[in-house]
């Protein structure tokens, strides 16, 4: 388990920014220390942010885009193309305007493929896709991604983990169906907290008001049943990026000086 580290920025739009230029230095690490990079994206306001801040930087020409495979901590169980899918919103903001394989975007099953309306079975099918990308050095049942993404909810959710449900208690399995989402749409597939702590660096995003209370929560000391995002840290790094807002509850002896 890493510590939590934090980076406060002066707004959201510097930390989509900044989060932008640092997710490319560490995809270029990666790829010129180990051929290829492997992210997992979160959808959202902070995470739809970040790739489209990603879209717009110079240096996001530095990526070698067809050695980066690209997975999903959490899906909406929706039609395919349905506008409220990460993949859809991420699409629109990055991945269809840069050389992805596509056999390297994972993207998580939609409600009207071949598992149809069956979540859980999606759920296991990702599962499968995750464990066949795992190497023995990975000593696990899923691949260990370079950086994990997660926003953080204004309840303290992270993916599709919602405080006190079935999915936040998983243990053994990496992907899970989520019935009964407070947030809709209410079937969801998401990745579990095993399946997250496997990354090397785990990335928390929270940005506005509306988020500071769910920092302060989960930067507290509280239990990842009550509060997932408390659960989520990865391997080598958890990093919490915030800006101004999202930290305003924070004690100040947590956090450095804002970011320029």
Known sequence: MSTPQLVVHHDKELMAQAAAARLITKIVDAQASRGSASVVLTGGRNGNGLLAALAAAPARDAVDWARLDLWW????????????????????????????????????????????????????????????AAGPENHGAAPTFDVLMLGVGPDTHVASLFPELPAVRETERTVVGVHGAPKPPPTRITLT???????????LLAAGEDKAQAAAIALSGAGEIQAPAAGAYGRQRTLWLLDSAAASQLPRSLYPAASP
Do not use: C
């Open 193 to 203: 907290l095993p399946a997250i702590r496997a990354a090397r660096e785990v990335w």
């Open 73 to 132: 901590g959490d899906e909406r169980f929706l039609p395919e193309g349905d506008p409220e899918r990460n993949v859809t919103q991420a699409r629109e903001a990055l991945l269809d305007s840069v050389p992805l394989d596509p056999k390297r975007v994972h993207a998580m099953p939609a409600s009207d493929g071949p598992y149809g309306a069956d979540a859980d079975a999606a759920a296991a099918a990702y599962a499968e896709e995750l464990a066949r």
